[in-house]
């Protein structure tokens, strides 16, 4: 993704992250009608589940053909232990589900105040802090830059301490004790900025908590294994009563079960390369579009959605 530069002063290393793609994307389309959802594909997890699919069909199949054999030893099975099982599975992955959405949103939320903390620290860096055109560029650049290495950092694509957010926001500071040092700011303003940087960390933070502390792996074990084992076993207990039916019915539970069990994984982990990921390039584009804004400079273009998918 290219960096800000500015109409005097475009330096190398602004161009360095120019054409650079990621594969963090979310899905971004109006409503579709009730006929494009049943085929719908983009953003849905049955490419993702429909091995399991194809494995619970076969069950199915084979547990008609047991029936069909030895129906004797189905007859006796009643079905209503399935159902309890079955209600109290659902209830369960939509209390996970809800528990991974809180995360997915979290993270959409940390970096919307990571625009607003972006948007108003350019704002006072141009207004506030006495200085030339390059000292504000330079200090553009490190509020962009900081974007840009989070959203790296995030994706586990930081080459080195560099490149580290943190090491971007040591640069503001450092330009921001000069400034204090040669008399050019005044405590006030410093506290100020300070309380900007300190902002801008707790996000930082908060991002990294929710990457490096997914679900209790136990629970998300136990749930994955539960829904595995009463997708294989109901075909078993219903077919006694639906005979050829039973593909039908066991495909559709499957098909539920499975795709809360996926979508869960997904929104657990909001930074990493699902179709329904956070969009962390066209975050980071907005606070580009920011500062160009803020330095008198021509903007780069918004990211737009390509096939539905916003990176």
Not at 64 to 73: D, F, G, N, Q, S
Not at 91 to 101: H, K
Request: charged share 15%.
């Amino acid at each position: 993704m290219p960096h800000l530069c500015g109409k005097h002063r475009r330096p190398a290393r602004l161009a360095l992250a120019a054409g650079r793609l990621y594969a963090l994307r979310m899905i971004i389309r109006k409503h579709p009608s009730g006929l494009v959802l049943l085929y719908a594909l983009r953003g849905s997890v049955l490419p993702v589940i429909a091995p399991r699919l194809g494995l619970v069909l076969v069950i199915s199949l084979g547990a008609i053909e047991v029936h069909h054999l030895a129906p004797v030893y189905f007859t006796a099975i009643n079905p209503a232990p399935f159902t309890l099982l079955g209600l109290g599975l659902s209830i369960f992955l939509g209390f996970r589900n809800n528990a991974c959405y809180a995360r997915w949103w979290e993270g959409r939320q940390q970096w919307g105040a990571l625009v607003a903390q972006s948007r108003a620290l350019l704002r006072d860096i141009v207004t506030l802090l006495p200085g030339t055109a390059g000292l504000h560029h330079q200090m553009a650049d490190h509020v962009t830059g900081f974007a840009q290495a989070l959203r790296d950092e995030l994706r586990d694509n930081a080459r080195n301490g560099a490149t580290r957010p943190s090491a971007r926001l040591r640069q503001l500071a450092a330009d921001l004790a000069a400034a204090r040092a040669d008399g050019t700011l005044s405590d006030i303003l410093l506290t100020s900025f300070i309380a900007r940087l300190d902002a801008m960390t707790g996000i930082q933070a908060a991002c990294e908590r929710l990457r490096n502390t997914p679900m209790p792996f136990a629970y998300s074990l136990m749930l994955h294994r539960t829904v595995w084992l009463f997708c294989l076993l109901v075909p078993f207990g219903i077919v006694g009563t639906l005979d050829w039916a039973t593909p039908v019915l066991t495909m559709a539970l499957a098909y539920a079960f499975f795709s809360l069990d996926a979508l869960g994984e997904e929104l657990e982990a909001p930074f990493n390369p699902s179709p329904n990921g956070l969009p962390l390039n066209a975050l980071v584009r907005v606070i580009e579009i920011a500062a160009a804004e803020a330095l008198g400079d021509e903007p780069p273009p918004p990211l737009a959605p390509a096939g539905f998918v916003l990176l």
